[in-house]
C-alpha cells in the first residue's frame, strides 16, 4: 500500500504506472482517437464519391475501422477492470475513487484553487492528483461505459434481432425506444471525449513544467519523478 | 347472423370466391414469412374457427392508417379482412351512426366479452380530463378505457397510438398519450408508421383472426415480421452508403443516379419498418425509391427531431432548448480549447511574476 505522509519526505522516483497499465493506456489513447475520427465521418459523411459503387468502400470503411477500434476501446476497458485488481495500488485509482476518504474533497478544493490561481501551492502527487482522478473517473469510467453501451446498442442494429450484441445491449432501446435519438446521445458522446483530450493533453504536458512532478514521461517509462525532495504537502 | 359463424362464411356471404379466399391466404402466409404449408392451416383456421369480432376505434388521428388500409395495393387482402372487420365497428367505414353506431359498441361487449379484438387509431388527449376529443358526449379516453377493460388484446394502429405522433409533438398540449401508456392491463400490439403499410395491418390482423395469438413481438411491441430490421438493412441503395455515395442536394448528379440520401437526411438506418421490402401501394414505390430520405414516421418522436434533411438531428435537452450534437459539442470542445489557451497564457504569466518560486530553486538545487 503506497501511502506517504504528508509531512514525509519524498525524493522519488517511484515507479506508478506498470507495463500492462502503460500498454492499455496508449491502445486507449489510439482507439479513442480513431473512433473519434471516423466516428465524426458516420455521422457527417466525406464528400460524395463518384463513379460506381463497387470501386469504393469509404463509408463501410469507416464503420469497419469504427467497429474495429470500438472493440479494441471496449475489451481494453474490461482488461483495464481486471487490472485495477491484480495491479498495484495505482492500477485502482481509476477505478475507485475514495470519495469518503476525509482528506479527498479538502484536496480537491486545494487543486481547485491551484488550477484557477487562487493559490501558488503545489501539492505533490504520487498518482493522480484528486481532481484529476474524478475527471478521469467521469471520463473513462463513466462516459467510456455509456460510450460502449449506446455503441454496442446502435451496432446491434446491424448484427439484427437475436444477436450477441443484441441480447447484451439492446436494453439501450428500453431506456429510449429511439435509435436515432441514442445515435445523438452517442455523438454528443464523442464531442466529451474530445473535450477530455484537449483537457488531459493540456493538464499533462502543464504539469512538466508547472507542478513539482513530471507529466508525460510517467506514462511512457511508469516512473514518477519529482522536482524537489519536499514532503506531499503543498508548498 | 349466428355467433359462431366463421371468417369464410362471412367472406363468402361477401361475394368472395374460394378461390380468391385461397389466394389470400397464401398470400398472407407469405407476407407472415410462413412458408408454404401454413396457407393450408390460415385457410383451415378461417374456415373452422368462430369469427372474432374486432372494434376499431379513432381517438386523435389523421385517419390516414384507415386510408391506408383501404388502399391495400392488394385489394383482395384489404377487402378481405376489411369486410370482416367493418362488420362491427369503425366509426369511418360503417354505414351506421349516431345511436345506432353506439349501440353496435355495447352489444359487441355484451356478446363478446373478453373475446374481441380492439383497433385503435389514434390517440387519447388526457389533459382537461380528455375534453379535446369527444365521441358521442364523452371524453374518447373513457370509451377507449371501457372498450379496453372488455376486450382480448389490443392493436395499436399507426405511430399515433404506437408513439403520440404529430399531436403529441412538443410542447403536446392536448396531453396525447399512446396507446400503452394508457392501458396498461391489456397487451398492446404496436403497428407504428404514418400510416403503417397496408399489407402489414392486414397481416398482423390475420395473424391474430387465424391463429387466435398475438404476432412474435419485439422488445417494443411491434410484430417481429415486419419491424425487426431497419430500411437501411434491405434498402436497394445501400450498395451507395457502403461505397460512399450520396445524394448531397436533391438536384445534384448524386440525386439523379439513385446516390445514398442519408447526407439529405434519410432516418432510414434507425428506422423499423418494412417499406424497403414490402414497399407501398402494391409494391409500387416508397419514398427512397422516389427519391426522397426517410423521414423516420415508425419511430417515437420522429416529429420532435428538428430538420428532416439532416442525418444529425436536434437533441432536445431541457424544456426548449434545441440544438444538434454537433452544435453542442463543437461549442464545448471549442470552449475547452479557448479555456486551455487562456489558462495556458495565465500559466506563463505566473510563472514570469512568481517573485521567488520556492520550486524553481528545489530544481536548482536538484
Request: net charge neutral; hydrophobic share 40%; charged share 15%.
Amino acid at each position: 500500500m503506497a501511502t506517504f505522509s504528508e509531512e514525509q519526505n519524498l525524493p522519488g522516483p517511484i515507479y506508478v504506472y506498470q507495463i500492462p497499465v502503460r500498454i492499455w493506456h496508449w491502445l486507449h489513447a489510439l482507439s479513442i482517437t480513431t473512433l473519434i475520427i471516423t466516428g465524426y465521418f458516420i455521422a457527417n459523411p466525406l464528400p460524395s464519391m463518384s463513379g460506381e459503387a463497387s470501386d469504393h468502400f469509404v463509408m463501410g470503411t469507416l464503420r469497419l475501422v469504427h467497429f474495429s477500434s470500438a472493440f479494441v476501446f471496449a475489451i481494453g476497458l474490461l482488461v483495464r477492470f481486471y487490472l485495477a485488481f491484480i495491479g498495484n495500488h495505482y492500477a485502482r485509482e481509476l477505478i475507485i475513487v475514495p470519495v469518503f476518504h476525509g482528506g479527498f474533497w479538502r484536496r480537491v478544493w486545494h487543486e481547485i484553487k491551484f488550477y484557477a490561481f487562487v493559490t501558488r501551492k503545489c501539492r505533490k502527487n504520487v498518482g493522480h492528483n484528486t481532481l484529476a482522478q474524478l475527471f478521469m473517473w467521469m471520463i473513462n469510467i463513466v462516459l467510456a461505459l455509456f460510450m460502449m453501451c449506446t455503441g454496442f446498442a446502435l451496432y446491434s442494429q446491424g448484427t439484427g434481432a437475436g444477436s450477441w450484441a443484441d441480447s447484451l445491449f439492446g436494453w439501450v432501446f428500453v431506456l429510449e425506444a429511439s435509435s436515432q435519438t441514442v445515435r445523438m446521445w452517442h455523438l454528443m458522446g464523442m464531442w466529451l471525449m474530445l473535450l477530455f483530450i484537449i483537457v488531459h493533453v493540456y493538464m499533462v504536458i502543464r504539469a512538466d513544467f508547472a507542478s513539482r512532478q513530471n507529466g508525460t514521461s510517467a506514462m511512457i517509462t511508469g516512473w514518477r519523478t519529482f522536482k524537489d525532495d519536499g514532503p506531499i504537502e503543498p508548498r | 347472423m349466428s355467433a359462431h359463424e366463421t371468417f369464410y362464411e362471412v367472406m363468402r356471404r361477401h361475394g368472395i370466391t374460394r378461390r380468391s379466399f385461397l389466394k389470400f391466404c397464401s398470400l398472407t402466409a407469405a407476407g407472415l414469412g410462413l412458408g408454404p404449408e401454413f396457407a393450408g392451416r390460415i385457410a383451415h383456421a378461417l374456415e373452422t374457427k368462430p369469427r372474432t369480432p374486432v372494434i376499431w376505434l379513432h381517438g386523435l388521428e389523421c385517419t390516414c392508417c384507415t386510408e391506408s388500409f383501404i388502399r391495400s395495393g392488394n385489394p383482395l387482402a384489404g377487402d378481405v379482412v376489411l369486410s370482416m372487420i367493418s362488420l362491427d365497428y369503425d366509426d369511418t367505414l360503417m354505414a351506421a351512426a349516431g345511436h345506432q353506431a353506439e349501440e353496435l359498441l355495447q352489444q359487441t361487449v355484451d356478446k363478446y366479452d373478453g373475446e374481441f379484438i380492439l383497433a385503435c387509431e389514434g390517440n387519447p388527449p388526457l389533459n382537461e380530463d380528455g375534453m379535446y376529443c369527444i365521441q358521442a358526449g364523452k371524453p374518447y379516453v373513457e370509451k377507449l378505457r371501457y372498450m379496453a377493460d372488455h376486450c382480448k388484446a389490443i392493436i395499436a394502429w399507426g405511430s399515433c397510438a404506437s408513439w403520440g405522433c404529430v399531436q403529441a409533438a412538443r410542447p403536446n398540449p392536448t396531453q396525447a398519450t399512446p396507446i400503452h401508456k394508457v392501458i396498461l392491463d391489456k397487451p398492446v400490439i404496436k403497428v407504428p408508421g404514418c400510416p403503417p403499410i397496408a399489407e402489414v395491418m392486414t397481416g398482423v390482423i390475420t395473424y391474430m383472426l387465424a391463429f387466435d395469438r398475438l404476432p412474435p413481438l419485439d422488445r417494443q411491441g411491434r410484430p417481429k415480421m415486419f419491424y425487426g430490421q431497419r430500411l437501411h438493412d434491405k434498402c436497394y441503395r445501400r450498395p451507395h452508403f457502403d461505397a460512399g455515395q450520396f445524394v448531397e442536394k436533391f438536384d445534384d448528379e448524386g440525386a439523379r443516379k439513385g446516390y445514398c440520401l442519408y447526407k439529405v437526411g434519410c432516418k432510414g438506418p434507425t428506422t423499423y419498418n418494412a417499406c424497403s421490402t414490402i414497399e407501398w401501394n402494391g409494391g409500387l414505390s416508397w419514398p427512397v425509391k422516389s427519391g426522397h430520405g426517410c423521414l423516420g414516421c415508425a419511430e417515437e418522436n420522429f416529429w420532435d427531431k428538428g430538420s428532416f434533411y439532416s442525418p444529425v438531428s436536434n437533441l432536445n435537452v431541457t424544456g426548449n432548448v434545441e440544438a444538434t450534437a454537433n452544435q453542442i459539442g463543437g461549442t464545448i470542445a471549442a470552449a475547452a480549447a479557448i479555456g486551455v489557451a487562456a489558462h495556458a497564457a495565465a500559466t506563463v504569466v505566473q510563472k514570469v511574476t512568481a517573485k521567488k518560486p520556492p520550486v524553481s530553486e528545489e530544481v536548482s538545487n536538484g
